[in-house]
């Protein structure tokens, strides 16, 4: 789904009256919902629901660190979002909840929006095991540190990180003195 507009924040992404839920579910309906009052807005053309990949212009999530922001487009259905560039703490929250976040040059995602509105079918393919972002005939490699590949290629949030040292804390926690707080006891 192409959106373009540039240093779309946060508080567009999802409104700060959503912040009130103490769930991590629920945000979808709040995605972009002042912008979705207007018919014309592209996330209620019929062409682009179903869409997991989010085309949008420079600066995307920029503003406060909310991590509801991530947690909406994840819910409405985005698996990834190409932009020329993202606010660090954005793209750090997506990486958290398994969100790909593909930075390509201007001028890419300009075509690939171009390409996109042409075509509403054309099919993007982001391979994060490759780093890199094909459609229309074109491939860009986009930046991925490696930490975070293996993060997006093993499903693994923070909590997953954690349970991969399942032994290791509970071999600590059998030696620790029995006065001291446990996990999972008193």
Partial sequence: MPL??????TDQIIPASWLKRVERT????GLFESWRRDP???LNDPRYAGAAILLAGPNFGCGSS????????QEHG???IVAESFADIFRMNCARVG???AQLPG???SRLMRAVEADYTLSVVIDVGDRTVSAAGETHAFPLDDFTRMRLLEGL???GLTLRHARDISRYEATRAAHLPRIGGA
């Fill in 40 to 42: 014309a807005f592209v």
């Fill in 107 to 109: 001028n890419a995602v």
């Fill in 157 to 159: 949030d923070d909590i």
């Fill in 78 to 80: 985005f698996r990834a």
């Fill in 99 to 101: 969100m790909v976040t």
């Fill in 4 to 9: 373009d507009r540039r240093d779309v924040d």
């Fill in 26 to 29: 629920g945000f979808g309906a």
């Fill in 66 to 73: 909310r991590e509801h922001a991530v947690w909406a487009l």
